[in-house]
């Protein structure tokens, strides 16, 4: 199975503050037909988790254009250009283009 | 707008069996892939299964093949997981989730199941 990994596994952020996250996977994510099935999830305390992007860069409908998400190949990134307090949660990072599809473990982003 | 409800979860022995529904509306359901996704309590997120929407095709995890069976009934815009021979490591919030070029454009609020003696 193709491992997937994050970083930091705990991310404090200043509110106003730009973050940042990093997704590694053991293969490449790109596709036989060209796309890169790369994931991006939020999950909030007691709630179900939210895709915030798919294929690499796309926003989900109704995510704030202050997430963005970018990268090839092996290595990928989820970027907050301004991170506010509703974005305190889990986010994870899921590889679909190989089966089975993998989830990252995990980053947990508090304010602090 | 997209509604999809889990039902079905509780407590069950390890062996035992257990059938999870999602009830889904406000989208074309016959033509969706669907998954279940699994979350033991305070870990990460485990992908358990597929079914596409155009053939019907499934797939399965390592850890629940030959034990779990997915399925929908497009007349009732329901999904199901037949989860049988549970174990103590199937203890988790198990999520259906549209798919919409990939896992979960939409996620239900999840149900729990937990294995134990």
């Known amino acids: 199975d193709v491992v997937v990994t994050q970083s930091p596994l705990s991310l404090p952020v200043t509110l106003g503050q730009p973050a940042s996250i990093s997704c590694r996977s053991s293969?490449?994510?790109?596709?036989?037909?060209?796309?890169?099935?790369l994931s991006w999830f939020q999950q909030r305390p007691g709630h179900s988790p939210r895709r915030l992007i798919y294929?690499?860069?796309n926003r989900d409908s109704g995510v704030p254009d202050r997430f963005s998400g970018s990268g090839s190949g092996t290595d990928f990134t989820l970027k907050i250009s301004r991170v506010e307090a509703e974005d305190v949660g889990v986010y994870y990072c899921?590889?679909?283009?190989?089966?089975?599809?993998?989830f990252g473990p995990g980053t947990k982003l508090e304010i602090k | 707008e997209v509604q999809l409800v889990e039902s079905g979860g509780g407590v069950v022995q390890p062996g035992g069996s257990l059938r999870l529904s999602c009830a889904a509306s406000?989208?074309?359901?016959?033509?969706?892939?669907m998954h279940w996704v699994r979350q033991a309590p305070g870990k990460g997120l485990e992908w358990v299964s597929l079914?596409?929407?155009?053939?019907?095709?499934?797939s399965y995890a390592d850890s629940v093949k030959g034990r779990f069976t997915i399925s929908k009934d497009n007349s009732k815009n329901s999904l199901y997981l037949q989860m049988n021979s549970l174990r103590i490591e199937d203890t988790a919030f198990y999520y259906c989730?549209?798919?919409?070029?990939?896992?979960?454009?939409?996620w239900g609020q999840g149900t729990l199941v937990t294995v134990s003696s």
């Open positions: 989730a549209k798919d919409f070029y990939g896992l979960g454009d939409f």
């Open positions: 406000g989208f074309t359901f016959h033509d969706s892939g």
């Open positions: 079914i596409k929407g155009d053939d019907g095709r499934t």
């Open positions: 293969q490449s994510l790109v596709s036989s037909d060209g796309n890169t099935y």
């Open positions: 294929k690499l860069s």
């Open positions: 899921l590889q679909g283009t190989h089966w089975p599809q993998t």
